[in-house]
């Protein structure tokens, strides 16, 4: 009767939460079985990159442990990889000749990614072929993150003892949690997270266009207290608890912010129409800005002339937006027919050798053997002049005991060869990185091409240092990229200079608001 019942664990971790949902199906239904959620101390998980494994792994079991309305079994885990380590692709490529498909994606990444193709690791789908433009044309959706980043993950769940089934993506997780198939006509589904908005075209085909705006949420909170003239921490109250209303200026301040949003998601539904030929009928907003008071009603006024509506998690009816991601996560472990559309991020055989020859742990094991090798090279060569010597001592030591003997004295007893109570550790753990101090970091446009500053922010930020703001320039001028600095930001403003192999003029400013503002030139 239960032969074919099915468990998964979607795990979903992002810098400031952990949620988990076991679920389980049985006869093709499915249902929740338990729920986690722990609130992580700041600077555990920095830009979806691991600081603290101790801590990460005492929250894990805190998640697993006290779960409702029982105890998580953390088996056949699906783990949502952070967004801000991936790379989605939509492209249409043609493919008459199969053989070359992945020469032809290797150019994309070369084009699109700022990161070298051979420190990725991508997984694609090739979605059925569009008959409305060509017989050989198809859409095909990929994920890539940096192999790095990737064996970071990895190599905390295997220390952990935690078996992760595959590394999910998540807009494709948030879809599953939310809809139990794909639709027959297209949807967006818009995620406001806390850095960056997400931006996602679903069809029948699967995730057909995906587009990234660099501010959220916490873009919204700084411009609230910038115009109130208060702290972060009261911006983000005012924002959560007044939302958007027309008789507070938080509440103008906000409608401008999303006024300015809404335009981005019309400008890409309009070139995705005009793209595909396709028409949108809904849009779905998710994140935690989404549940701003009063959004949904003031986009409507805002001339979509779509369907629009907060995205609520399937299988559960409290909490239904909190735990949308982990529930597609889970989703992904208990039905096989979402892996023809959506690609996933796994760590093969080749992979995991390259990244060990990487890794610190391996490294230093590598000098530990080299040191050992040359010890015995050394003992072995010298052995008959050393065992000469101890030999040598050895009658010394007699004859010292004999002489002592014969004149009554006592020996004097050996140099004790056991070392002092010290403890000592020695870690296996990967060298982590310590975080950049915060810093007030703006990346601005002053080329004129789309794309530009959203671009080098990523950079940016994937090197470990975040963003503040992403925007304009006052004009686009700029034929040399500038980065201005504050005096004692010159460090960090170098680090960002090294990761440009551009010529790049630093300008130390001591009058500006911000602590370093990058501005990125026709030369980039």
Same mark, same amino acid.
């Given at each position: 009767?239960?032969?074919?019942?099915?468990?998964?664990?979607?795990? &979903? =971790?992002?810098?400031?939460?952990?949620?988990?949902?076991?679920?389980?199906?049985?006869?093709? @239904?499915?249902?929740?079985?338990?729920?986690?959620?722990?609130?992580?101390?700041?600077?555990?998980?920095?830009?979806?990159? %691991?600081?603290?494994?101790?801590?990460?792994?005492?929250?894990?079991?805190?998640?697993?442990?006290?779960?409702?309305?029982?105890?998580?079994?953390?088996?056949?885990?699906?783990?949502?990889?952070?967004?801000?380590?991936?790379?989605?692709?939509?492209?249409?490529?043609?493919?008459?000749?199969?053989?070359?498909?992945?020469?032809?994606?290797?150019?994309?990444?070369?084009?699109?990614?700022?990161?070298?193709?051979?420190?990725?690791?991508?997984?694609?789908?090739?979605?059925?072929?569009?008959?409305?433009?060509?017989?050989?044309?198809?859409?095909?959706?990929?994920?890539?993150?940096?192999?790095?980043?990737?064996?970071?993950?990895?190599?905390?769940?295997?220390?952990?003892?935690?078996?992760?089934?595959?590394?999910?993506?998540? $807009?494709?997780? =948030?879809?599953?949690?939310?809809?139990?198939?794909?639709?027959? !006509?297209?949807?967006?589904?818009?995620?406001?997270?806390?850095?960056?908005?997400?931006?996602?075209?679903?069809?029948?085909?699967? /995730?057909? +266009?995906?587009?990234?705006?660099?501010?959220?949420?916490?873009? *919204?909170? @700084?411009? =609230?207290?910038?115009?109130? @003239?208060?702290?972060?921490? !009261?911006?983000?109250?005012?924002?959560?608890?007044?939302?958007?209303?027309?008789?507070?200026?938080?509440?103008?301040?906000?409608?401008?912010?999303?006024?300015?949003?809404?335009?981005?998601?019309?400008?890409?539904?309009?070139? +995705?129409?005009?793209?595909?030929? &396709?028409?949108?009928?809904?849009?779905?907003?998710?994140?935690?800005?989404?549940?701003?008071?009063?959004?949904?009603?003031?986009?409507?006024?805002? #001339?979509?002339?779509?369907?629009?509506?907060?995205?609520?998690?399937?299988?559960?009816?409290?909490?239904? *937006?909190?735990?949308?991601?982990?529930?597609?996560?889970?989703?992904?472990?208990?039905?096989?027919?979402?892996?023809?559309?959506? $690609?996933?991020?796994?760590?093969?055989?080749?992979?995991?050798?390259?990244?060990?020859?990487?890794?610190?742990?391996?490294?230093?094991?590598?000098?530990?053997?080299?040191?050992?090798?040359?010890?015995?090279?050394?003992?072995?060569?010298?052995? $008959?002049?050393?065992?000469?010597?101890?030999?040598?001592?050895?009658?010394?030591?007699?004859?010292?005991?004999?002489?002592?003997?014969?004149?009554?004295?006592? $020996?004097?007893?050996?140099?004790?060869?056991?070392?002092?109570?010290?403890?000592?550790?020695?870690?296996?753990?990967?060298?982590?990185?310590?975080?950049?101090? @915060?810093?007030?970091?703006?990346?601005?446009?002053?080329?004129?091409?789309?794309?530009?500053?959203?671009?080098?922010?990523?950079?940016?930020?994937?090197?470990?240092?975040?963003?503040?703001?992403?925007?304009?320039?006052?004009?686009?001028?700029?034929?040399?990229?500038? %980065?201005?600095?504050?005096?004692?930001?010159?460090?960090?403003?170098?680090?960002?200079?090294?990761?440009?192999?551009?010529?790049?003029?630093?300008?130390?400013?001591? #009058?500006?608001?911000?602590?370093?503002?990058?501005? /990125?030139?026709?030369?980039?």
């Amino acid at each position: 009767m239960f032969l074919d019942k099915k468990k998964s664990v979607g795990l &979903d =971790i992002s810098d400031t939460t952990i949620e988990a949902v076991e679920m389980a199906t049985a006869r093709g @239904k499915a249902e929740v079985v338990s729920r986690g959620r722990v609130i992580l101390e700041p600077g555990i998980v920095i830009n979806g990159r %691991i600081k603290n494994p101790v801590k990460l792994a005492n929250a894990l079991k805190q998640v697993f442990g006290s779960a409702s309305p029982k105890p998580i079994n953390p088996e056949n885990v699906v783990f949502g990889l952070p967004d801000s380590l991936v790379y989605i692709l939509c492209l249409d490529i043609n493919l008459e000749n199969s053989e070359n498909i992945r020469i032809l994606i290797n150019k994309e990444l070369e084009s699109i990614i700022p990161i070298d193709s051979k420190r990725l690791i991508y997984s694609y789908r090739i979605l059925e072929p569009d008959r409305k433009n060509s017989r050989t044309e198809s859409k095909i959706l990929l994920a890539a993150a940096e192999e790095k980043a990737v064996w970071e993950w990895k190599n905390f769940f295997r220390k952990i003892k935690l078996d992760i089934n595959l590394f999910d993506i998540e $807009p494709l997780a =948030i879809f599953r949690g939310i809809n139990k198939e794909l639709p027959e !006509k297209t949807t967006v589904l818009v995620d406001i997270g806390a850095r960056t908005t997400n931006i996602s075209f679903f069809s029948s085909l699967g /995730m057909t +266009y995906s587009y990234e705006v660099q501010y959220g949420g916490d873009y *919204f909170n @700084k411009k =609230i207290a910038d115009g109130l @003239k208060i702290d972060i921490k !009261k911006a983000d109250i005012i924002k959560t608890e007044k939302g958007i209303d027309s008789k507070g200026k938080g509440g103008k301040i906000l409608a401008t912010a999303f006024k300015h949003l809404s335009e981005e998601i019309k400008r890409n539904i309009g070139y +995705y129409n005009e793209k595909y030929n &396709d028409r949108v009928e809904e849009i779905i907003f998710v994140g935690g800005s989404s549940k701003i008071k009063g959004l949904i009603e003031f986009l409507n006024s805002q #001339d979509f002339n779509l369907e629009l509506k907060l995205g609520k998690a399937l299988y559960v009816k409290e909490e239904a *937006f909190v735990y949308i991601e982990a529930i597609g996560l889970a989703v992904r472990g208990l039905y096989d027919n979402w892996s023809k559309t959506d $690609p996933f991020i796994e760590v093969n055989k080749k992979i995991r050798k390259s990244a060990l020859l990487k890794s610190s742990a391996f490294k230093k094991i590598i000098i530990i053997g080299s040191g050992v090798i040359l010890i015995a090279m050394f003992l072995f060569f010298l052995w $008959p002049i050393i065992g000469k010597y101890f030999r040598q001592r050895n009658l010394d030591n007699k004859s010292a005991l004999i002489t002592a003997q014969i004149n009554n004295e006592k $020996p004097l007893a050996p140099a004790s060869s056991t070392p002092n109570n010290i403890e000592s550790a020695v870690s296996t753990e990967e060298e982590i990185q310590e975080p950049v101090k @915060k810093i007030n970091l703006t990346v601005l446009n002053g080329s004129g091409r789309a794309g530009v500053a959203g671009n080098a922010a990523q950079i940016i930020n994937q090197a470990g240092i975040a963003t503040s703001t992403v925007g304009n320039a006052e004009n686009f001028n700029y034929s040399t990229t500038t %980065i201005k600095y504050k005096k004692s930001f010159l460090n960090i403003a170098s680090q960002i200079n090294k990761l440009f192999t551009i010529e790049i003029e630093m300008r130390e400013v001591a #009058d500006q608001a911000e602590d370093i503002i990058v501005i /990125m030139g026709k030369n980039y």
